[in-house]
């Protein structure tokens, strides 16, 4: 006994075999629907602008040291979670703050990062403490760093190893001008 088809399942058949010949992007043009992400991570949020990253000089025999930055936020605002480095075994965010006589040091879980506002990470108040050092930080040799940014995931920045600070960028003048 033979079978026929109907020409409607005919019809759809040709088109089944067709939009399997069509890339999903051109097939989502055809339609104007989007084609779904398979299996992806939704995408990070802009990352803040990291600016003037520098850590202090080392001694033989000193397994600590800090560092130290300029974060700006983006247009939503983010949180500094953590960081690491492949020179140090581990990397801690770190507040410093007179109490009475006494500066104290204590690590924090996070540092807020406000939307288009700038938060230093600077000697005497927040930084990143380096610890176990695998060799001295010397001057003049960059110091690899990984920022993880609660919405903006990681951002690798290298640090300049100074005794001082990088001088400030002015800040634009009115109309975009320095």
């Keep these: 006994m033979k079978r026929s088809l109907s020409g409607f ?10 939009t399997a010949l069509v890339p999903p992007a051109a097939s989502a043009q055809v339609t104007g629907v989007a084609p779904m992400a398979r299996n992806k991570a939704p995408p990070a949020a802009p990352a803040p602008q990291i600016t003037e990253v520098w850590a202090r000089p080392t ?9 130290f930055l300029l974060i700006t936020g983006g247009r939503t605002a983010d949180r500094l979670l953590g960081a690491r480095s492949p020179l140090a075994m581990e990397v801690e965010l770190h507040s410093m703050r007179m109490e ?12 807020d990062i406000p939307a288009g506002k700038t938060v230093a990470l600077a000697p005497g108040g927040f930084h990143l403490m380096l610890m176990g050092l695998n060799a001295p930080l010397k001057a003049g040799t960059p110091l690899p760093l990984v920022l993880r940014f609660e919405k903006a995931g990681e951002v690798a920045v290298q640090a300049e190893v100074t005794m001082r600070a990088p001088a400030p960028v002015p800040a634009p003048a009115p109309g975009g001008k320095r």
């Design 9 to 18: 399942t005919v019809a759809l058949l040709a088109l089944s075999s067709l």
């Design 59 to 67: 001694v033989l025999g000193q397994d600590m040291g800090g560092a």
């Design 100 to 111: 009475g006589d006494v500066m104290r040091m204590r690590a924090v879980e996070s540092i």
